[in-house]
């Protein structure tokens, strides 16, 4: 008797979760964004989010990224800095979420996941790109 009723627990915490998480690989750039960024880096990138004042370190303007970098627009460097691979030495401890991830995690953390992660990152990519000045 106490079998069947572990298994339907396991069966409904199991649709539970699957039903919980959201694909994120069909969101614009902008809305990935907005969803995941704009808190610290600010609606326009500017590094003045609702949050950044509470973070101990300057919050980076995102717009002015190929201005800092001789007008090359540092994609590799960025996604190692998105998806985990690689902390801002200057600010010490990494303050930025790893979003590689939580997008994994959230993409269900098995292989076709890597690849999706793969393609939120170029579409989060492709925003930043576009809001250069």
Not at 4 to 29: C, Q
Not at 108 to 117: F, N, R, S, Y
């Amino acid at each position: 008797m106490r079998q069947p009723v572990f298994l339907l627990l396991v069966i409904s915490i199991t649709f539970m979760s699957a039903a919980h998480v959201d694909d994120f690989t069909d969101y614009s750039g902008q809305e990935l964004y907005m969803r995941f960024c704009a808190s610290c880096h600010g609606e326009e990138g500017h590094g003045d989010g609702p949050v950044a004042s509470a973070i101990s370190v300057t919050v980076p303007d995102l717009t002015g990224i190929m201005q800092r970098q001789g007008d090359q627009f540092p994609e590799q460097q960025l996604r190692e800095i998105i998806d985990g691979r690689s902390v801002v030495i200057a600010h010490g401890t990494r303050y930025m979420p790893v979003w590689g991830y939580e997008f994994w995690v959230e993409q269900g953390a098995d292989k076709e996941a890597e690849a999706d992660v793969r393609r939120i990152v170029d579409n989060l990519l492709g925003y930043l790109r576009g809001i250069q000045r």
